[in-house]
């Protein structure tokens, strides 16, 4: 088969690799979410290793997120009155 007739059996489109690309990170990305899930003090993974400490169980209801807003955008030409 000459590079001709494949090409048109399977053309490659500029839809068909962002798809293909946005497949394959969408795996990596469900890994990772996996990875970060994960109660394991050694991951190994695609010839990567990590090791670590998670958090114990017994103190995970003691963990505090700081969830405060961050504003990302300031204003221009605002001044701030005290």
């Known amino acids: 088969m000459s590079e001709q007739q494949i090409s048109e059996r399977f053309p490659l489109s500029e839809s068909f690799i962002i798809t293909i690309v946005g497949a394959f990170l969408g795996c990596i990305s469900g890994m990772l979410a996996c990875i970060l899930k994960s109660r394991c003090s050694?991951?190994?993974?695609?010839?990567?290793?990590?090791?670590?400490?998670?958090?114990?169980?017994?103190?995970?209801?003691?963990?505090?997120?700081?969830?405060?807003?961050?504003?990302?955008?300031?204003?221009?030409?605002?001044?701030?009155?005290?």
């Open 42 to 82: 050694t991951i190994k993974c695609c010839g990567v290793e990590c090791r670590r400490e998670p958090i114990p169980i017994a103190e995970l209801d003691k963990v505090e997120i700081d969830m405060t807003p961050v504003n990302l955008r300031p204003r221009l030409n605002q001044t701030t009155t005290k």
